[in-house]
């Protein structure tokens, strides 16, 4: 009996060995992949309604089809969402009185959840808009467990808890379990680790880690489930927008410098694209970026008062 559990530990120790080279092998390759890559803009995408002024793109999303969310401001108001085919049809649009500001947008397990800058809340939709549930005190902006003050961001663990950035008012992180009770928070505004000025977008890696664009700090932190400091990345520029794909590379959209920077785990930077520009591949202030299961990247642009061009939404494909 003692030689069988000798062996059978024996075996399990080297299967858990050889997931873990297996891991990092694919680890590896990914970086590998990314830092060789190129990519190249999709021209005439997405077609918008003619008729229809975009004065700014936010959020951005896919879902498990492959159907493109986004968030744009039409009139000074974002209580839209627009939806796209992969190739770029429009195919509908969605209107919610119950949005009054939308900021962040992310779909989790084929629901839209936003974040609402001017009712201070996180919202739950179905796929064609339906409410199913909001947290924090509607039009009530603070800093106690049940309220939030201009919320920005929404990022989920997996084991379902909800990860907040309480960004434009506060300055910390929130996280809610998965029926939205609040379970912690950290964060105070400063420049030192752990602390933040403007936690703008939120990201979960399938390692549980959770990485922060830290935008008035110009970094971005990153951070344990528990909210444990783990690492700082100081950027060249100031990072809007956080994505974060299914090999664990993060890619992150550079709003003052307008381009793409594309880094491993660790934070090294792997590779970058775009300048600015009102061309196809150029960006305009780039806020948000979403990576889609195929690896290709979705840029939502705000404007630039330098460049006399109304900001765009793009898609980009490797190469």
């Not at 024996?10 to 680890?27: A, E, F, N, Q």
């Not at 039409?74 to 209107?95: E, M, S």
């Not at 009185?97 to 939308?102: E, I, N, P, S, T």
């Not at 990345?233 to 974060?244: C, N």
Request: charged share 25%.
């Amino acid at each position: 009996m003692r030689a069988e559990t000798a062996r059978a530990l024996k075996m399990t120790v080297l299967l858990t060995i050889c997931l873990g080279i297996t891991g990092c092998v694919t680890t590896e390759h990914a970086m590998k992949q990314a830092s060789g890559c190129k990519y190249e803009v999709v021209e005439n995408w997405p077609q918008v309604p003619e008729g229809i002024v975009v004065d700014r793109w936010l959020g951005v999303a896919t879902d498990s089809s492959g159907k493109v969310y986004v968030l744009p401001i039409i009139d000074g108001k974002g209580n839209d969402v627009f939806i796209f085919a992969p190739d770029g049809k429009y195919l509908d649009r969605w209107n919610s009185d119950v949005l009054k500001q939308g900021h962040g947008l992310r779909i989790h397990n084929d629901h839209v959840w936003m974040t609402d800058l001017e009712h201070h809340q996180v919202l739950e939709f179905t796929l064609d808009g339906k409410l199913l549930r909001a947290f924090g005190e509607r039009g009530k902006p603070g800093e106690s467990e049940t309220q939030f003050k201009y919320p920005t961001d929404i990022a989920f663990a997996a084991n379902g808890d909800i990860y907040v950035a309480d960004g434009y008012g506060n300055s910390r992180v929130v996280c809610l379990s998965p029926q939205g009770k609040f379970k912690f928070a950290w964060g105070t505004r400063g420049d030192k680790p752990g602390e933040f000025f403007m936690p703008h977008n939120i990201v979960i890696d399938r390692r549980g880690r959770v990485y922060v664009v830290d935008r008035g700090n110009q970094r971005v932190q990153v951070f344990d489930a528990g909210g444990r400091f783990l690492s700082e990345w100081v950027t060249p520029a100031r990072p809007f927008g956080l994505a974060v794909d299914r090999e664990q590379i993060v890619y992150v959209a550079d709003g003052d410098g307008h381009r793409v920077m594309i880094f491993n785990p660790d934070g090294s930077l792997l590779s970058k694209f775009g300048e600015r520009g009102d061309k196809p591949g150029q960006f305009q202030v780039p806020h948000s970026i979403h990576v889609d299961e195929n690896g290709n990247v979705y840029v939502a642009e705000v404007a630039d008062t330098g460049v006399d061009a109304a900001p765009r939404f793009q898609k980009f494909t490797r190469k």
